[in-house]
């Protein structure tokens, strides 16, 4: 005789909600979803479900473009910064056991660190994004191929106001320190710690750091999307033991949903300190509302109902992995193409709490109008960017003329960088950001004279617009400028 098993309501509410939402298929939304950014040659692995399990699981496109090699459900991805998440439960796991306090500074836990403000910079600054602090790799004289020691980080590290706490800045440096405390305390190594009592307790069994320079053979390569049918690699992050306070680990969409539903499952924090964390920007009266204790809410969303996670971008990765508390959905989405985050997350969290769907899926903006300016022609775009604009569907930003023209100098078509810019240049004439990336590809293609122009020329309008980082910046390409001149007399 078989034995009847009781299920309890909540659950089968839910197995019935992931099934069916206003009576459609909830399979047939995401699909259709799916099948849009398929058509916009994405490459993604998305699991979507609730914290008993992923009841929705794609994998679409290639993890190598060039050799067609399609992307699977474990493949492994770059993770960027939700590796944050990582870092500060194992923070406010050992502020739960009492070894540490979020007022505690880095004076009192590292003394043997030099840092400006020092005394002064929190735990509570450093997973906040408040301690004023930036990232290494915002020095003009950063080198992406170098590996850094936490002591060189630090050094390197512009620091963007003071006192702590004035405002918010999202700082990786901070997570770096972060990791050291946590090596400290725990007495071992960050990777171990972090799999000790992180990745072990959720069954992580694929997720690691980089132990030797470049990639597994089952990992995504890393693009960057110029138009609609061409890509350019990157392969330059990928250093030994890097970044891994700050997310440079190695993982797959599954071990990541398995992160979630540990975490609410409440198997990692108490619930009054996920609490805390998930509340954490409340204390500080003019932080950006999205940042807590290494999470963020995803904006888009956040109106309507809080959702909570973190996204990674980097060199040729987009990685989300989110969560809304009071059901229990999760979303993991992992791509190894930049700039992909958000939309595809946003869109699915729209279907599974029944919430409209503010745009809808398209090609990422700089694509769009690499592609508008590639069916008109460069001529075109000079006489009436409003018109190529339109047609683009695309905001006349400098933001996203200045991710265009990046865009393009990745793929080395200068001379189409150069007519984004000399738009840009019209329609935002005192743009240091434009100027200091006219000055790059007046360089790369060695007219020297006009990249030394372009480089002063911003250092002004840097000043102007209280922007001294990119003043530093231009001050190291102008003495690089006349040293590569100089060594070749």
Not at 89 to 115: A, D
Not at 194 to 211: D, Q, R, V
Not at 265 to 284: E, F, P
Not at 319 to 330: H, L, S
Request: glycine share 6%; aromatic share 10%; net charge positive.
């Amino acid at each position: 005789m078989r034995k009847l098993v009781k299920v309890p309501l909540l659950v089968f509410i839910l197995a019935v909600n992931t099934i069916s939402t206003n009576g459609q298929d909830i399979t047939s939304k995401l699909d259709s979803i799916v099948t849009c950014y398929e058509t916009y040659k994405w490459n993604f692995v998305l699991l979507a479900g609730t914290k008993e399990g992923p009841f929705y699981k794609k994998a679409i496109g290639f993890r190598n473009v060039e050799e067609k090699v399609p992307m699977e459900l474990n493949t492994l991805f770059k993770t960027e910064s939700v590796g944050k998440m990582f870092t500060a439960v194992r923070i406010l796991q050992l502020v739960e056991k009492g070894k540490l306090k979020l007022t505690e500074t880095i004076s009192q836990l590292l003394p043997n660190l030099t840092l400006a403000n020092a005394d002064s910079i929190t735990i509570h600054h450093l997973l906040n994004h408040t301690s004023g602090l930036s990232s290494h790799w915002e020095h003009p004289n950063y080198d992406p191929t170098k590996l850094y020691s936490l002591e060189e980080k630090i050094e390197n590290t512009p620091i963007r106001f003071s006192p702590p706490g004035l405002r918010t800045y999202y700082s990786n440096t901070a997570y770096f320190i972060l990791a050291a405390i946590i090596e400290k305390i725990d007495k071992m190594p960050f990777h171990q710690a972090i799999e000790n009592y992180i990745f072990k307790p959720a069954g992580m069994l694929h997720t690691t750091y980089f132990k030797t320079r470049g990639l597994p053979s089952d990992a995504a390569l890393p693009y960057y999307q110029v138009s609609s049918t061409e890509f350019v690699r990157d392969d330059t992050s990928f250093l030994a033991n890097s970044d891994m306070g700050a997310g440079g680990w190695l993982s797959n969409a599954g071990d990541l949903y398995q992160f979630l539903q540990t975490y609410l499952k409440g198997r990692y924090l108490s619930k009054k300190m996920m609490q805390v964390q998930q509340s954490a920007n409340r204390t500080m009266a003019d932080s950006i509302p999205g940042f807590r204790y290494g999470m963020m809410i995803l904006q888009s969303l956040s109106k309507a109902v809080p959702v909570y996670g973190h996204n990674g971008g980097g060199r040729g990765y987009s990685v989300d992995m989110f969560f809304e508390p009071a059901t229990g959905y999760i979303v993991v989405m992992c791509s190894n193409m930049w700039g992909t985050g958000y939309q595809i997350t946003s869109q699915v969290f729209s279907q599974l709490l029944n919430k409209p769907i503010t745009a809808k899926p398209q090609a990422q903006v700089t694509v769009r109008l690499v592609d508008a300016i590639r069916k008109k022609g460069t001529d075109a775009f000079i006489q009436n960017p409003e018109e190529i604009f339109e047609q683009a569907a695309v905001p006349k930003t400098e933001f996203v003329l200045l991710r265009t023209a990046e865009s393009l100098i990745r793929l080395n078509d200068l001379s189409t960088a150069e007519v984004v810019l000399q738009v840009g240049h019209q329609l935002f004439p005192n743009s240091p950001d434009l100027l200091i990336t006219n000055g790059n590809v007046a360089k790369k293609q060695g007219r020297t004279a006009v990249a030394a122009f372009y480089y002063i020329t911003t250092k002004k309008f840097a000043a102007e617009k209280k922007a001294p980082h990119l003043v530093e910046e231009a001050d190291a390409l102008l003495k690089e400028l006349y040293k590569d001149r100089l060594s070749t007399k």
